[in-house]
């Protein structure tokens, strides 16, 4: 009797240590079950707010969700035929390109493209450029500098230096069409706010890159996943160690447009030019890296009724990032300061530290060219006069 009373007592025990436990796991897995339903709820959350691209990836930014599904029907914007005084102005910084509206840009786009002969060096389906052209122009967000207008412009430029060089009697088809295409994407969904806030409020971006050209590696990640698309792919018919080479190509020109890296790029082109040769390869990158860099800032070398309205746009640009820096209790990026900035003194440090010492050492390899090619023609006066 006594033995079974023990017994009972025992198994007691462990019942009751049983059903302690049991609590204790179902109060745990009620906690499981909240915490995964407080993730869910946030994870929506924050889909909601960083809704962006149709895409794999989601941005920081919330403005302007553009789409990089791609277009199987047939683009429609209209074709106008250029004027022969629209063509021979193209070639030319004298451009004016607040003339004209998107669907023109887009058109200009095309036809320089066929102009260069990169449509029939890479084999492409004009419909699938159309396509390739339009879902590039979906891509740049409303920014008041950085956007699609802002992309048609160095485009310009960069069609426009191919020809004022001529460039095309000393580059093969496959660098213009990197210069080309480089400077169409250099700038594809710029959210409006600079490397310098993006590595400092700890970004998406700035993280996803490890503060290394957030901006200029994502403009490349858009670029390069809208080509992986079919339907955009203007280099779908060339082999796959061209396009690979392409491709390393246009990063290297975007990740050169980082004004961080402006000092190192232009002092590399220094270091060349006096020996200068089109058939070293690595000359020919470091000169393709300074074009498209004077390309992006060539807003100041066109006329003052077209680079005015330039310079308001980028002062919009960079006042809203510094005023969202107040906001965000983050450092003030001091030439983006609406209280300390004004206009002339912006200009002035912009275009006698950054603009000039870039295009006069392009324009002294422009005039070496010259020199090169026509020994004699040109005198030491002449030389002066073709500088100045």
Known sequence: AFRVTDLKREVL??????????????????????????LKNLRDEMETKSSRLNCPCRFYYTEDAKKLNPRRDVPTYPKYT????????????????????????????????????????????????????LCVQENYRTNPFHNFRHCFCVTQMMYGMIHLCSLQEKMNKIELGVLMTSA?????????????????????????????????NHHCAVAFQILAQPENNIFSNITPELFKQIRQSIIRLILATDMAKHGEILEAFKQVLPNFDFCNEEHVKTLQMVLI??????????????AEPWVDCLLEEYFMQSDREKSEGLPVTPFMDRDKVTKPKAQIGFIKFVLLPMFESVMKKRLWFRLYEKPGIITKNSWKLKKR
């Open 184 to 216: 169409v994407c250099h700038d594809l969904d710029h959210p409006g706010y600079n490397n310098t806030y993006q590595i400092n409020a700890h970004t998406e971006l700035a993280i996803r890159y490890n503060d290394m050209s957030p901006l200029e």
């Open 82 to 133: 250029l004027s022969t005084e629209t063509i021979e102005a193209l070639k030319k910084p004298t451009f004016n390109v607040w003339h004209w509206e998107h669907n023109e840009m887009l058109s200009c786009l095309e036809f320089m493209y066929h102009d260069l002969g990169l449509v029939q060096e890479f084999n492409m389906n004009p419909i699938t450029l159309k396509r390739w052209l």
């Open 13 to 38: 025990e462990r019942l009751a240590v049983l059903e302690r436990r049991m609590e204790i796991e179902g109060l745990k897995a009620i906690d499981i079950d909240k915490c995964k339903t407080e």
């Open 293 to 306: 860099k004077c390309c992006d800032i060539s807003n100041e070398v066109r006329p003052t009724k077209v």
